[in-house]
């Protein structure tokens, strides 16, 4: 029996369509960059050198990055741009819009230079909505890691 052309083409038609709809989810389900809070815009790549606390004012420990749609998991990276003969505390959190926080990493760290790390992917909580994601890098106990300067980014993903 033959396939009448009009069939073939709408079947034809049926299959690209399926195929451009699974491309375009694949595609959404991609990761995006998050802006760093307070940053130029020009990055979302934050590069920072461990200061030491201080007594008056605020140290640079801490990074926010804005989260603008709603993510499903995040992925933090961390470089080392310097070494440091110290090592120092990393510790990340995701912060919901009920005011609470979730700690996903807590770790000590001397990296060589140009050594990078992955934490996560972290999925969000059930019923919790991230509307930042913290990163704060400081001295901790160890002077020697004063100066160690270092790269940080976010993604969220679908």
């Known amino acids: 029996m033959r396939t009448p052309r009009f069939t073939t083409a709408l079947l034809g038609l049926s299959v690209g369509l399926i195929s451009l709809e699974a491309g375009l989810s694949a595609a959404q389900a991609g990761c995006n960059f998050l802006p760093p809070i307070g940053g ?7 590069k920072k050198r461990v200061s030491r606390e201080k007594l008056i004012g605020r ?4 990074t926010d990055f804005a989260v603008n749609a709603p993510y499903s998991s ?3 990276f961390f470089t080392a741009d310097s070494t440091a003969s110290g090592t120092y505390p990393v510790e990340a959190f995701l912060k919901f819009t009920d005011g609470s926080n979730l700690r996903v990493v807590k770790e000590s760290m001397t990296p060589p230079i140009g050594t990078g790390k992955q934490f996560g ?3 969000t909580p059930q ?3 991230v509307n930042q994601v ?3 890098i400081g001295t901790g106990s160890d002077p020697n890691a004063t100066g160690f300067s270092y790269r940080i980014s976010v993604q969220g993903c679908n």
């Open 127 to 129: 019923g919790k909505q």
């Open 74 to 76: 995040f992925k933090l």
């Open 59 to 62: 140290s640079n420990w801490n």
């Open 40 to 46: 130029n815009g020009s990055s979302n790549i934050v």
């Open 134 to 136: 913290n990163f704060k």
């Open 121 to 123: 992917p972290f999925t």
